[in-house]
C-alpha cells in the first residue's frame, strides 16, 4: 500500500511562505501522478494542485500564481511551494494520487496563515 509522510506545514504570516513535502514510498514513483488536497474547518476537502508524470501541472483557482507544485524523483518527494500565503490558505494538507487505489491518507501537514 502507498505511503505518504507529509511535513513543512507550520504557522506563517499573510505574504509569507512555506514549502511542504510529501515522501512517498510502495509505489513506482516515476510513472505516477501526484496532488496535494487540503481541508480547512467545517469546509469539505479539495484538490489544490496535481502534477502529471511529465510534470505537467494544474491548479485550483484560489491558489493559482501563488502555489507551485514539483516532483523529485530521484528523492520519492513531491513539493508544495507556497507563496504569498492568504488566511484563506489556512487548512490541513494531503499528498494524494489517482495511480492506484491502494493507498490512504497520510496524517497531513497543517499550514496556519496569521493575518
Known amino acids: 500500500q502507498v505511503q505518504f509522510v507529509e511535513s513543512g506545514g507550520g504557522l506563517a504570516q499573510a505574504g509569507g511562505s512555506l514549502r511542504l513535502s510529501c515522501v512517498v514510498s510502495?509505489?513506482?514513483?516515476?510513472?505516477?501522478?501526484f496532488g496535494w488536497y487540503r481541508q480547512a474547518p467545517g469546509k469539505q476537502r479539495e484538490l489544490v494542485a496535481r502534477?502529471?508524470?511529465?510534470?505537467?501541472?494544474n491548479y485550483d483557482d484560489s491558489v493559482k500564481g501563488r502555489f507551485t507544485i514539483s516532483r523529485d524523483n530521484a528523492r520519492n518527494t513531491v513539493y508544495l511551494q507556497m507563496n504569498n500565503l492568504k488566511s484563506e490558505d489556512t487548512a490541513a494538507y494531503y499528498c494524494?494520487?489517482?495511480?492506484?487505489?491502494?493507498?490512504?491518507w497520510g496524517r497531513g501537514t497543517q499550514v496556519t496563515v496569521s493575518s
Open positions: 494524494y494520487t489517482p495511480s492506484t487505489s491502494a493507498w490512504r
Open positions: 502534477i502529471s508524470p511529465g510534470g505537467s501541472t
Open positions: 510502495e509505489i513506482t514513483f516515476s510513472t505516477s501522478a
